[in-house]
């Protein structure tokens, strides 16, 4: 079951030139933002490189009490292609301070060349994370590509028994055609349209657990085309949020779209649109 929060709307003629105007003066303010958050991710960088430190986990006794079901689920932030944890700083504090929430950033290898191998490896942090914590099940954020290694965790290995809930930002799940010369790296062509990484997400996934929530925007520049970051199976239950006014490298930065992503993590029921997002979001 899929959930679109936002229909496309077709202007009258007459108000094309305005329209076309606005997306302009929009485009231009998304583009310098992107350039800014760019600069400032640049300087973070370096702190991002190695992995985050875990503290040991110290196993309860056999006799101590689980931790009740109504806790929140540990929150796991999984970057993009060429990046590292570095870009989740302002939302992972966002997370953090909301509801107290325990969230982890795991970086995958700069060397990665296959979508498959990586959401293997996801699935064993997985393992590590509920084990060490004592939850049954986390909760994702992944952008870009980390999204869509999460969804084919979640969707293709059986990672659906350990996910609750799979946000994604930006993330190509039907391909994305940007960028052709990139397509020397394996990973790129596996995030091209036609892939076999992204047929085998179009094959059936019936009783699939996982709650999947897209956020894409309207002038994302890296997805071509743009509705290629939303979720569209039949099988799944999805729901795809339309984020206005910013581009890629903004969408996990973004105050607006923090908000968003708590309150997806925060519905009680799978299925149950966000309160006040019925519109999608617009930031700028």
Known sequence: MTITRVLPFRPPCSLLPARLAGLSIALLKATALEVAILAGHLLLYPSGIAQERRIAAELPPPDAPRLPAESRPPVVLLHGFIDNRSVFVLLRRSLAQHGGQ?????????????????????????????????????????????????????????????????????????GTRVVPFADA????????????????????????????????????????????????????????????????????VHPAVASGIRQALDLAAPGTPAKGAENGLTVA
């Open 102 to 174: 325990h969230v982890e950033s795991l970086n995958y290898s700069p060397l990665t060349c296959d979508i498959r191998t990586a959401a293997e490896l996801l699935g064993r942090h997985i393992e590590e994370i509920c084990e060490r914590t004592g939850h049954h099940q986390v909760d994702i954020v992944g952008h870009s590509l980390g999204g869509l290694i999460a969804r084919y965790y979640a969707q293709r290995l059986g990672g659906d028994e350990r996910v609750r809930t799979l946000v994604t930002l930006g993330t190509p799940h039907e």
């Open 185 to 252: 790296h394996p990973i790129v062509r596996q995030m091209r349209p036609g892939s076999d990484v992204i047929e085998e997400l179009r094959e059936p996934a019936p009783g699939c657990r996982t709650r999947f929530v897209s956020f894409w925007s309207d002038l994302d520049q890296l997805m071509a085309p743009l509705e290629t970051a939303c979720v569209n199976h039949p099988d799944l239950i999805a729901q795809n949020v339309r984020v206005s006014g910013i581009g890629h490298l903004a969408l996990p």
